[in-house]
Nanobody, 125 residues
Framework: QVQLVESGGGLVQAGGSLRLSCAASGRTFNSYAMGWFRQAPGKERDFVAGINWIGTGTYYSDSVKGRFTISRDNAKNTVYLQMNSLKPEDTAAYYC??????????????????WGQGTQVTVSS
């Protein structure tokens, strides 16, 4: 069992930065691939970024590539999402998720086994 708690969301102006954190409980955190998803009102939950269990592989959606960076610290059971050059269209609830498919970087929500409660990111123009 893995429990995930996100933090770091908030209100920021366009062009600004935020860093999201996702703290995980459970002894097997370092065997899970981790992902960040986001969901705007009335829209589907979309993949944003993912990282494999050891942190050697990452993958980003086209909409955030070059602006967002995912990383993890297995010693701290934490995964991060550094978000730079934020745009109003980045406004959404952001969720972290854990997948038992640790060697890969799953991109579909159905491939993840555990989810956090989400943290709101609002980017004003």
């Amino acid at each position: 069992q893995v429990q995930l708690v996100e933090s770091g969301g908030g209100l920021v102006q366009a062009g600004g930065s935020l860093r999201l954190s996702c703290a995980a409980s459970g002894r097997t955190f370092n065997s899970y691939a981790m992902g960040w998803f986001r969901q705007a009102p009335g829209k589907e939950r979309d993949f944003v970024a993912g990282i494999n269990w050891i942190g050697t592989g990452t993958y980003y959606s086209d909409s955030v590539k070059g602006r967002f960076t995912i990383s993890r610290d297995n010693a701290k059971n934490t995964v991060y999402l550094q978000m730079n050059s934020l745009k109003p269209e980045d406004t959404a609830a952001y969720y972290c998720a854990a997948s038992r498919r640790g060697l890969t970087i799953p991109r579909g929500p159905g491939e993840y086994d555990y989810w956090g409660q989400g943290t709101q990111v609002t980017v004003s123009s």
